[in-house]
């Protein structure tokens, strides 16, 4: 049996040891957010969603446009992360059945929607396309994601009865839904063929920086900040 002061030392002993076990349980337990701040709060997905112009096609993966994008972000505004949910040979139809499954599993806070090249090169009828497209947009708003509309233009030997509408049904789809909007997402590369590979409709790695240039105006307004 302890004396009475060793009892009394031995309770201090027991209590020291009981409150610092709690200290470590509570420091192990407080999240990164709480540890590191709240400007480490918020990050973001910005979800690519397109075709081969998107997914490097003929190129090195990480020479393609989204992937500078990514690149560009890790430096601009590292609070977002980019999942590029593009498919080589993707129509609006086909997107327009894997949107779903992608906004459920990436909960894009942005979507960069760029889909309807292959559409025009099969020369889907426009209202058609005009319907999945729009339908797209509806579904992206409402899984509270913004969306940017990248517009295309199609060669022009399909013929300007086709090609002329093709290209403006995009402008005419971004004003109805107020949507920050590319017109033509590889402007100023199908000008210069030495950018084109030789399929004359993709261009190339050392082209990619431009099909970035022409997204980046569009899109850094739409950017927010970790503390926003």
């Excluded at 302890?2 to 020291?16: G, I, Q």
């Excluded at 393609?64 to 949910?85: C, F, I, K, M, Q």
């Excluded at 209202?127 to 295309?152: F, P, R, Y």
Aim: overall charge negative; proline content about 7%.
């Amino acid at each position: 049996m302890l004396a009475p002061h060793e009892t009394s030392d031995f309770m201090k002993d027991f209590s020291t040891v009981i409150l610092a076990g709690l200290v470590s349980f509570a420091l192990a337990t407080i999240s990164p957010v709480a540890a590191f701040g709240a400007e480490h709060s918020v990050q973001r997905t910005l979800m690519v969603f397109g075709d081969s112009l998107s997914a490097a096609y003929g190129i090195d993966e990480a020479d393609g446009w989204v992937n500078l994008l990514a690149e560009r972000l890790t430096t601009e505004n590292p609070s977002y992360t980019v999942t590029n949910a593009s498919v080589s040979g993707e129509t609006s139809i086909g997107g327009l059945a894997r949107l779903p499954a992608a906004l459920e599993e990436f909960q894009p806070a942005i979507v960069i929607l760029e889909l309807g090249g292959n559409d025009g090169l099969r020369g889907l009828p426009l209202e058609l396309l005009k319907d999945n497209l729009t339908a797209m947009i509806e579904m992206c708003l409402a899984a509270h994601a913004e969306v940017l509309l990248a517009g295309i233009q199609i060669p022009p030997n399909y013929g300007p009865r086709y090609t002329e509408p093709f290209y403006a049904l995009f402008g005419e789809i971004a004003e109805d839904k107020k949507l920050p909007f590319v017109p033509f997402l590889i402007d100023g590369i199908p000008q210069r063929p030495e950018l084109m590979q030789e399929d004359g409709i993709h261009p190339k790695a050392e082209a990619q920086f431009m099909i970035l240039d022409n997204v980046w105006p569009i899109l850094a307004p739409m950017l927010r900040t970790s503390s926003d």
